[in-house]
Each structure stands twice: as C-alpha cells, then as structure tokens.
C-alpha cells in the first residue's frame, strides 16, 4: 500500500504561481512512477504531469508544458509540481498518483490516488 497526502493548492490570481507537494508513505517510493492529474467540475480527470522512478523521464500536457514543472525527492518520498503562469482555466481538483506500470498519461494505470488538492485560478 501507498498513501498520498497532497497539499500547496489555493487561491491565486491569473499570472500568478503555486507549488503543490505530494508526501508518499507505505511501500518503497522508488518503485512507482509518479504523475499529477486534474479535474474540473463537469470534465473528466485530465492527465498534467509525470515523472519516472528515477526522476530520468519527464512528460508533461501540452496544455501546461513550458508553465509546469514536475520534480521528485525520493529521499523525502515526495513529488512536487510547480505551477507558473497560472491560468482561469487551470482551476481543478490537482490529484497526484502512483503507478508501477502501464502508460502514463491514462488514470487507470495508476495504483494509488491521494484526496486531491482544490487550485482556483481567478482572472
């Protein structure tokens, strides 16, 4: 088992910026590949951002890629994304997860889900 906490959401002006950490406890962090996905009330969950075991394989969106970065600390067991230029339409719940396998842009591959973090971006 996998427990995801993730916190750093809020509410922030349109141009403005926001870090979201994502602490992971249980099983052995480096065995699963880490992403950061989104929903919006009324759409489905949207894939953002993820990240490989290792921190070697990065892939992004590209609705966020240039303003979003994902990075991982396996010592701290922690995936964070940093949010800049945040846009209106960014405003979701931001979930991170964890995988072992499958692609990494699709929910279903992933394990384990936290409880989601509420971003509101205002114009």
């Known amino acids: 088992q996998v427990q995801l906490v993730e916190s750093g959401g809020g509410l922030v002006q349109a141009g403005g910026s926001l870090r979201l950490s994502c602490a992971a406890s249980?099983?052995?962090?480096?065995?699963?590949?880490m992403g950061w996905f989104r929903q919006a009330p009324g759409k489905e969950r949207e894939f953002v951002a993820a990240i490989s075991r290792s921190g070697g394989s990065i892939y992004y969106a590209d609705s966020v890629k240039g303003r979003f970065t994902i990075s991982r600390d396996n010592a701290k067991k922690t995936v964070y994304l940093q949010m800049n230029s945040l846009k209106p339409e960014d405003t979701a719940v931001y979930y991170c997860?964890?995988?072992?396998?499958?692609?990494?842009?699709?929910?279903?591959?992933?394990?384990?889900w936290g409880q989601g973090t509420q971003v509101t971006v205002s114009s």
């Open positions: 997860a964890a995988k072992s396998g499958g692609t990494y842009s699709v929910p279903n591959s992933y394990d384990y």
């Open positions: 249980g099983r052995t962090f480096t065995m699963y590949d």
